[in-house]
T-cell receptor, first 118, second 117 residues
Framework: AQTVTQSQPEMSVQEAETVTLSCTYD???????LFWYKQPPSRQMILVIR??????QNATENRFSVNFQKAAKSFSLKISDSQLGDTAMYFC???????????????FGQGTILTVHP | DARVTQTPRHKVTEMGQEVTMRCQPI?????VFWYRQTMMQGLELLAY????????DSGMPKDRFSAEMPDATLATLKIQPSEPRDSAVYFC???????????????FGSGTQLSVL
């Protein structure tokens, strides 16, 4: 079974600065997908960024980028130019590739609460 | 914007009562998930439907929980009888998957916060 670990229960950053959230995972699969989701106080789960394991290039979405280290099974999220609206719980998640009944199922980490201070 | 709609947003009930949570997936999506979020366990998958057929409900306590999709526009999650340990936020998510293809994005509803007293 896959496991996802987020070792930072809470993080804080000043507005406009950069912060990195850590995530490690354990799997025997060679191909899979990794995600970061954001959950603001409204409870809505919002997809931030997605990485396909067979792609060596790190995914980026505007101010959000990842550092994907497949051998180390590490998938960190970097938020540049932090904004007050980035304050939220951030979840790292793993998805197995197509095939079998578990396909499409997300396994989540425990989450990291990020607070952006003015 | 298309979105996943969950009702009710909040539910307070007494132990032993039946609870029904509803989810309207995004029109055209063929994959529906039910997740439960608690402080202790985080986000856990309860059930998973593809084209209305249950594919995986191994995460769901079978004695009291049941999940169904009466039609493509409605998914339900029932708890009977409810217990205080069922108190959590229950999320529904939907996505579109073609044969052998990844569900590109999962869209989550806003969740139902359940409190069982």
């Amino acid at each position: 079974a896959q496991t996802v670990t987020q070792s930072q229960p809470e993080m804080s950053v000043q507005e406009a600065e950069t912060v990195t959230l850590s995530c490690t995972y354990d799997t025997s699969e060679s191909n899979y997908y990794l995600f970061w989701y954001k959950q603001p106080p409204s409870r809505q789960m919002i997809l931030v960024i997605r990485q396909e394991a067979y792609k060596q290039q790190n995914a980026t979405e505007n101010r959000f980028s990842v550092n994907f280290q497949k051998a180390a099974k590490s998938f960190s999220l970097k938020i540049s130019d932090s904004q007050l609206g980035d304050t939220a719980m951030y979840f790292c998640a793993f998805m197995k590739p197509p095939g079998g009944t578990s396909y499409g199922k997300l396994t989540f980490g425990q989450g990291t609460i990020l607070t952006v201070h003015p | 914007d298309a979105r996943v709609t969950q009702t009710p947003r909040h539910k307070v009930t007494e132990m032993g009562q039946e609870v029904t949570m509803r989810c309207q997936p995004i029109l055209g999506h063929n994959t529906v998930f039910w997740y439960r979020q608690t402080m202790m366990q985080g986000l856990e998958l309860l059930a998973y439907f593809r084209n209305r057929a249950p594919l995986d409900d191994s995460g769901m306590p079978k004695d009291r929980f049941s999940a169904e999709m009466p039609d493509a526009t409605l998914a339900t999650l029932k708890i009977q009888p409810s217990e205080p340990r069922d108190s959590a936020v229950y999320f529904c998510a939907s996505g579109l998957a073609h044969s052998g293809q990844l569900v590109e994005k999962l869209f989550f509803g806003s969740g139902t916060q359940l409190s069982v007293l």
